[in-house]
Structures are given as structure tokens and as C-alpha cells.
């Protein structure tokens, strides 16, 4: 079955240094991944998915297939990075998508 | 930037009650979607509609749920007779024919008591 593990529930870290969201799925066909965050009391929005192989904000995530993973990453976190991020998995062309579970970051100052 | 836009943004109802939940989806999008979120819980889809039809629905979508896009222009979730474990964050999303990227609303909160 699809699944999507986000193991960190809250990660807190000081501004400017490196921040690592773990992502891993599970899916046995060729995946679709996204993040998604959703800075508080406001929407859920896209900010990356790996077809694009962008960098939004700073942010960056590689598939790896090997690892089933899309970890999300930024070398110098901001404050204004606090937020909630969700993986999600897309696996049909016909937009559902599997969330994780969420992790929290928190950027102190 | 258009938006996918939900009312209402919360509602208290008994249980046992009926409940509309609307959504605007962005104007030239054909997909459209209902996920919840329970409080502490992660985002869980319902339900797909396309082509004025039904396209996917989750385990969680039982009798009691029905959608709807009445007009052309609204995209509603009826719950037709609430219970406490459908307290939630119901989030709307939209998506149009080209890119496999969803855009959601703000979501409307729902509280059964």
C-alpha cells in the first residue's frame, strides 16, 4: 500500500543553521512527491515537487529512489521558515495524493 | 494569484445534524477535491470529482457524505447526519487539466458537539 512516513513530529532548530525534513514513501510504481507547507492559521501550499527540481524559498529535495526517499533540505534556516511541512505522495495521474504525517519546524532566533 | 476559496471558515453544528461545506474551486480547473484533517492527525482524502462525476473515494467517504457542484461554480460536501468523530478541517482542492499540482483552500473547520 502507499504510505508516506514523516518521522520527526516537531523539529526546532536556531536560525541559520542547516535543516534536514525527512521524507520516505512507499510506493511500488514511479512516485509523484511534493511538499507542502502550511505557515500558521494559513493554507496548505506547494512548495516544491521533485519534477520540478527547483528551489523555493531556499529549499531543496532530491528523490531517491533507492532509499524511497524526498527528504526536504535548507543549508541556513530563517525564522520565517517556522511552519508545518507535509510530504505527500501522487501516484495516479489523477491528483490524489498520501500525506505524512507533518513535521513542525521551529526556527528560534 | 487566484485562489480556491471555502465558507464557511467554521461551523458548530449538534450531531445528527445536516452539513454543507462550500467550496469556489479556481475558475478554469476541472479536478476537484475534499480532504480532511482531524486535530493532530494527517491530511486524509475523501473524495475526487471530475467530469460532474465521482472519480475516486477514500474508505472514509461513506453514505453519509455526498458532493455536488451544483451551479458550475460551487463544489460542495454534504455530511448528512454529523457525528463527533467528523470534527474536522475539511480542506477543498482544485487542479487543472496540465500539472499533477493540487491547490487548496483554506479550509473550514468543523465541530460536531
Known amino acids: 500500500a502507499q504510505r508516506v512516513t514523516q518521522p520527526e513530529k516537531l523539529l526546532s532548530v536556531f536560525k541559520g543553521a542547516p535543516v534536514e525534513l525527512k521524507c520516505n514513501y512507499s510506493y511500488s510504481g514511479s512516485p509523484e512527491l511534493f511538499w507542502y507547507v502550511q505557515y500558521s492559521r494559513q493554507r496548505l501550499q506547494l512548495l516544491l515537487r521533485h519534477i520540478s527540481r527547483e528551489s523555493i524559498k531556499g529549499f531543496t529535495a532530491d528523490l531517491n529512489k533507492g532509499e524511497t526517499s524526498f527528504h526536504l533540505k535548507k543549508p541556513f534556516a530563517q525564522e520565517e521558515d517556522s511552519a508545518m511541512y507535509y510530504c505527500?505522495?501522487?501516484?495516479?495521474?489523477?491528483?490524489?495524493?498520501?500525506f505524512g504525517q507533518g513535521t513542525e519546524l521551529s526556527v528560534k532566533p | 494569484e487566484p485562489e480556491v476559496t471555502q465558507t464557511p471558515s467554521h461551523q458548530v453544528t449538534q450531531m445528527g445534524q445536516e452539513v454543507i461545506l462550500r467550496c469556489v474551486p479556481i475558475?478554469?480547473?476541472?479536478?476537484f477535491y475534499w480532504y480532511r484533517q482531524i486535530l493532530g492527525q494527517k491530511v486524509e482524502f475523501l473524495v475526487s470529482f471530475y467530469n460532474n462525476e465521482i472519480s475516486e473515494k477514500s474508505e472514509i467517504f461513506d453514505d453519509q457524505f455526498s458532493v455536488e457542484r451544483p451551479d458550475g461554480s460551487n463544489f460542495t460536501l454534504k455530511i448528512r447526519s454529523t457525528k463527533l468523530e467528523d470534527s474536522a478541517m475539511y480542506f477543498c482542492a482544485s487542479r487543472g487539466s496540465g500539472a499533477n499540482v493540487l491547490t487548496f483552500g483554506a479550509g473550514s473547520r468543523l465541530t460536531v458537539l
Open positions: 475558475s478554469n480547473h476541472l479536478y
Open positions: 505527500a505522495l501522487g501516484y495516479n495521474q489523477g491528483g490524489k495524493l498520501i
